[in-house]
């Protein structure tokens, strides 16, 4: 339906007057929707290409936003509501999905996880894990190193060990989300 509608505005723009102009000129439109049937089936080039991240002990910054749940701990590890005890956990969810590349030479961090949009966050002090807390729903900066999960308790297949967690204000939101996209590393080196 779509060539037709190419066809009949081109043969309405142009004005046949002799044969051979009738040929050339049909010769012209058919170039004209070959052209316009390639472009039409054209995709803009996006980059699919995601953030490569590494294992500890490389440091990264991430930007993202807390969200926090709790899900079913001891004695069953089923139901909150049964009787099992509360685990809480925060998590930063990235606006673009990252790659963390895994070290075959280490056993607990050798596989690679792609496109990863949630980070459980484990921050090292009381200070840092309350301000995390704090920030559920709000766009923040986290610096530490990534391991994978290794438990039953690790809610998320890449965590954190956050060191330090700082609250982005409104101008600086803009610029870091302009600039990088959400995210960025830190460090650019390898083990």
Not at 121 to 129: C, D, F, P, R
Request: proline letters at 4%; hydrophobic letters at 35%; a neutral charge.
């Amino acid at each position: 339906m779509y060539y037709l509608r190419c066809w009949s505005f081109l043969c309405a723009i142009t004005q046949f007057s002799t044969d051979a102009d009738i040929i050339v000129r049909k010769n012209k439109m058919r170039i004209i929707l070959i052209l316009l049937s390639f472009l039409s089936g054209c995709r803009p080039i996006v980059s699919n290409r995601q953030q490569v991240l590494e294992y500890e002990p490389v440091p990264v910054t991430l930007t993202g936003v807390i969200w926090t749940a709790d899900f079913p701990g001891p004695p069953n590890y089923e139901d909150i509501k049964k009787g099992d005890v509360a685990e809480h956990h925060s998590f930063l969810r990235l606006r673009n999905p990252v790659t963390v590349k895994g070290n075959p030479n280490e056993l607990a961090n050798s596989e690679t996880e792609t496109n990863i949009t949630d980070i459980s966050i484990q921050m090292n002090s009381k200070t840092e894990q309350a301000l995390l807390e704090l920030s559920k729903s709000k766009t923040v900066v986290v610096s530490g190193t990534l391991f994978h999960a290794q438990t039953g308790h690790h809610r998320s297949l890449v965590l954190m060990d956050g060191t330090t967690i700082n609250l982005l204000s409104n101008a600086l939101m803009k610029e870091t989300n302009d600039a990088n996209n959400g995210m960025h590393r830190t460090a650019d080196r390898g083990r």
